[in-house]
């Protein structure tokens, strides 16, 4: 087990990933090296196909390097199986991404619910929680409703919420505010950052939307393979 900081929650150090298109060997990361402490609020942007969604997903185990290590919670991703990933993953880590990934034949709630289910939790005790939780991002009276019912701004509410229901030390989000207009996008930047906050969760944003980017702490540049900021 390496090493890690106590107030770190995420560690990569020389991060490299390639990937075979045909007989040639596309280098898409270089030499990343970087620190998420807790509560650390940081965006990083780059131009499209620079591998900003790649880098998210090896932070989250998504994906394996070729080169370099990740570590959370002072474990190595790469060391160790699938099935132990998963439960780091669960434990730690929380995911958003542009497309809500909600599934329509459940409630707001069930869908917040069910990280905490397959973590072991009793329905009744992942039921409060989840209200609690959907009540924090200004769902409180849309729990019972089901995806095709809600707004786009709201179904993406509900994946923040599902994100943060198992209180995780880093939430990784990719494009959060992508497929929202500027009233809607602006609104879900103000719960973020209020959860942020509140509850001292670290968040690592990969976005387009400079205004967003603009709040964060740190704003990171992905270019030719490597993170610059």
Known sequence: MEKMKPDLVIACEHLQKTYAQGPQAVQVLRDINLHVAA???IA????SGSGKTTLLNLLGGLDLPTAGTVLVACQNLASVNETQRGLLRNKYLGFVYQFHHLLGEFTALENVSMPLLIAGLDVKTAQLRSEAMLAKVGLAARTRHKPSELSGGERQRVAIARALVTEPRCVLLDEPTGNLDRNTAR???R???ELNASLSISFVIVTHDERLAAAMDRQLVLR???LHG
């Open 224 to 226: 030719d393979g490597v």
């Open 187 to 189: 609104e879900i930047q």
């Open 39 to 41: 509560g650390d609020r």
């Open 44 to 47: 990083i942007v780059g131009s």
């Open 191 to 193: 719960v973020l950052l």
